[in-house]
């Protein structure tokens, strides 16, 4: 089992930065894939940002290239998003969530992660 807590979300203009964090316990981060994903209101929840836990490979949605950051810190089993340049579509309940490593099944999809956190919500304002 593995225990996701999210933290870093709130209110900032457009243009501004936040930075989420996800802590991790049950399982050593770098021994597990994880992602972020979001979910705004009336849509389905939508792959951001995952790292991969075997070669630390990274992977963007094309709508936060060169915006947003994942990273992790293994010592604390944290993962962390820095989203910079933010953008009122932005906006929505960002999710992290965990799996075992897995190059069969597709990093970008919701329903092949077995682990969530609790969500934490980020608006942006126009």
């Known amino acids: 089992q593995v225990q996701l807590v999210e933290s870093g979300g709130g209110l900032v203009q457009t243009g501004g930065s936040l930075r989420l964090s996800c802590a991790a316990s049950?399982?050593?981060?770098?021994?597990?894939?994880r992602g972020w994903f979001r979910q705004a209101p009336g849509k389905e929840r939508e792959f951001v940002a995952a790292?991969?836990?075997?070669?630390?490979?990274?992977y963007y949605a094309d709508s936060v290239k060169g915006r947003f950051t994942i990273s992790r810190d293994n010592a604390k089993n944290t993962l962390y998003l820095q989203m910079n340049n933010l953008k009122p579509e932005d906006t929505a309940v960002y999710y992290c969530?965990?799996?075992?490593?897995?190059?069969?099944?597709?990093?970008?999809?919701?329903?092949?992660?077995?682990?969530w956190g609790q969500g934490t919500q980020v608006t942006v304002s126009s």
């Open positions: 790292v991969r836990s075997i070669g630390d490979s990274t």
């Open positions: 969530a965990a799996r075992p490593p897995s190059y069969s099944r597709s990093i970008y999809s919701p329903k092949e992660y077995e682990y």
């Open positions: 049950g399982r050593a981060g770098n021994t597990i894939d």
